[in-house]
């Protein structure tokens, strides 16, 4: 069996993104490989071995299209509520709150918020379908 072990995506401003999903998520540099072209940064913490690899592009000044392919990357907390009301206070920007449960089932309740480069991040609870 294959084993999910990182999600990568292309930033701008390695400091700025780093701060941004430390704040978010707790998430802290695991590995750093800095190349001529290009800098690799590993993000992780102990919810998860599964990393965040942000590629840097030395050359690149202009903000990346992340065109109509990308959908986003999802992470769960134990308590929903209060991590909406934490990323208000940091000034994170959340969406709204969502329970989607069609038919009166519940499948799981959520918030998406943007990271610094537009890059959407799903945030459920650790209820319904995603205990």
């Known amino acids: 069996m294959a084993k ?3 999600s990568m995506i292309r930033v701008l401003d390695e400091a700025r993104s ?3 999903y430390q704040k978010a998520f707790g998430l802290a540099v695991a590995d750093r490989l800095d190349f001529s072209g290009f800098t690799l940064v590993y993000l992780s913490n102990p919810e998860t071995a599964f990393e965040l690899e942000l590629t840097i592009n030395k050359d ?3 903000p990346y299209d992340r065109g109509n392919g990308y959908g986003h990357l999802a992470v769960s907390v134990a ?3 209060a991590e909406h009301a934490r990323f208000t206070a940091e000034g994170l920007n959340p969406r709204k709150l969502v329970e ?3 038919d009166g089932k519940l499948v ?3 918030f998406f918020v943007a990271d610094p480069d537009g890059y959407e991040i799903e945030v459920l609870e650790r209820s319904g379908r995603f205990v």
């Open 79 to 81: 308590d929903l509520d």
């Open 60 to 62: 690149r000044t202009e």
């Open 4 to 6: 999910a072990i990182h």
């Open 18 to 20: 780093v701060e941004f």
């Open 100 to 102: 989607f449960a069609p």
């Open 108 to 110: 799981g309740r959520f």
